[in-house]
């Protein structure tokens, strides 16, 4: 039988403190770089056919730039009510909350084609998501590693975030270009939204809020 999160730990001295470190944190740390790695997936899906998608879909730029820019706009409103919200349910079920929008906002997504204006609540709604999980990285160090390591897991976790805004945007230029149809657009939706979906399943599924044997 496999060792459980709680069984499989370790011992390791940070100075003068002794950490009971759980080696289910490379599980988690995984998971939650996977998470980080695809943050940024729909705010970049209109990136590299702008102008097409005004012209295919009936928008203005306008429009269509407010997908691009819902991060920014939403981050005055979400950022701290999702730190709120990490700190008093924990980390497990914030990031769960997280999960469940990424996953809502990217089926709602799928709709590009019969009605954009749900297309653009979906990015707004996964948006949420992703700064609930922009705003999880300090707990999630605190929660599993020493402090002799959580700088550098920290810089992992933050590199991540940063490659998912070049991660979405290569994906954007990879299935769509200026000469794109309607179905173009959508084969990139449903990409994105499939692997949005998976990843967050799993994130669902394993990721766990703390070692049974907390650093102390």
């Not at 922009?134 to 975030?161: D, H, Q």
């Not at 230029?173 to 959508?186: M, N, P």
């Amino acid at each position: 039988m496999a060792p459980s999160p709680s069984q499989s730990s370790s011992s390791m001295t940070d100075g003068n403190t002794n950490f009971q470190l759980s080696s289910y944190r490379y599980v988690c740390a995984l998971l939650f770089v996977l998470a980080a790695l695809i943050n940024s997936f729909p705010t970049n899906t209109l990136v590299a056919a702008s102008a097409t998608a005004e012209q295919l879909y009936n928008q203005t730029k306008p429009i269509i730039v407010l997908c691009s820019l819902s991060n920014n706009l939403l981050i005055p409103f979400v950022l701290f009510p999702a730190v709120y919200l990490l700190d008093h349910v924990g980390l497990k079920t914030g990031l769960n909350v997280a999960c469940a929008a990424m996953c809502t906002g990217s089926f709602l997504r799928l709709f590009i084609n019969p009605s954009f204006a749900i297309y653009v609540f979906g990015t707004f709604i996964t948006t949420i998501g992703s700064i609930i999980v922009m705003s999880a990285p300090i707990k999630f160090v605190k929660n599993w590693f020493a402090a002799r390591r959580a700088s550098l897991v920290s810089a992992i976790v933050v590199f991540a975030l940063y490659s998912s805004d070049a991660l979405g945007i290569f994906m954007s230029a990879l299935f769509v270009a200026d000469d794109s149809t309607h179905q173009q657009f959508l084969l990139l939706v449903g990409v994105q939204a499939v692997i949005a979906i998976l990843v967050h399943l799993v994130m669902l599924c394993f990721f766990r809020e703390r070692p049974s044997k907390p650093p102390r």
